[in-house]
């Protein structure tokens, strides 16, 4: 069974502080990496994709990603009220599951004001 | 672009009966991927499309079928509706490569099975 591991939460924050998401996962030979914000009552929202070993920047957003110790983490920096939400990691598998994501159940993020 | 669009937003059901769910992709995705989801569960795939052709299957038992369309729009079916098929059905698009497969999703279709 190939699992996407992360801590459930809630994880608070303070406003303008670094959010720390992070998440497992046991294929060793999986390729990608995505990372989804979802609203409560919303649908899951692509933020941040990576595929190789080291870090991804987007804005206030940086993936990291190290495939060695199987891990993937999400960093958010200048957190603000807008970034509370439950923040999904997703991997792409290798071999005959290639076409899938298994994610994993989620963390809340919540700010404290 | 337009997004992902799934119709219809939210269905009430009864235990036994059937129930379709209808997906369209971003223009020019060809792949189609169905998910569940539950609070208990998490998101779980269901089954995935691409050019008509169901490419992988996710652990659901054969009440939970699909298709897709030459135009890429895909159909999921519920058959025997269970009160445990109450959930939040995703669909999502990906252009279909493998190397990456960024999926966008769709708002979701509600269901609730009384």
């Known amino acids: 069974q190939k699992e996407v591991e992360q801590n459930s939460g809630p994880l608070s924050v303070p406003e303008g502080a670094i959010a720390s998401l992070n998440c497992t996962y046991s294929?060793?030979?999986?390729?990608?990496f995505f990372w989804y914000r979802q609203y409560s009552g919303k649908s899951p929202e692509l933020i941040m994709s990576?595929?190789?070993?080291g870090d991804k920047e987007d804005g206030r957003f940086t993936a990291q990603l190290n495939k060695a110790s199987q891990y993937v983490s999400l960093l958010i920096r200048d957190s603000q009220p807008s970034d509370s939400a439950t923040y999904l990691c997703?991997?792409?598998?290798?071999?005959?599951?290639?076409?899938?994501?298994?994610f994993g159940k989620g963390t809340l993020l919540t700010m404290n004001p | 672009k337009a997004g992902v669009t799934q119709t219809p937003r939210y269905l009430i059901k009864t235990r036994g009966q059937q129930v379709t769910l209808s997906c369209s992709p971003i223009?020019?995705?060809?792949?189609v991927s169905w998910y569940q989801q539950t609070p208990g569960q998490g998101l779980q795939f269901l089954f995935e499309?691409?050019?008509?052709?169901?490419?992988n299957k996710g652990n659901f038992p054969g009440r939970f079928s699909g298709r897709q369309f030459s135009n890429s729009r895909s159909e999921m079916n519920v058959s025997t509706l269970e009160l445990g098929d109450s959930a939040l059905y995703l669909c999502?698009?990906?252009?279909?490569?493998?190397?990456?497969?960024?999926?966008?999703f769709g708002p979701g279709t509600r269901l609730t099975v009384l």
């Open positions: 999502a698009s990906s252009p279909g490569q493998i190397s990456y497969n960024e999926q966008f």
């Open positions: 294929d060793r030979g999986s390729q990608s």
């Open positions: 990576i595929y190789s070993n």
């Open positions: 997703a991997v792409n598998h290798s071999g005959g599951s290639n076409y899938k994501l298994t």
């Open positions: 223009s020019g995705h060809r792949s």
């Open positions: 499309y691409f050019s008509e052709t169901q490419r």
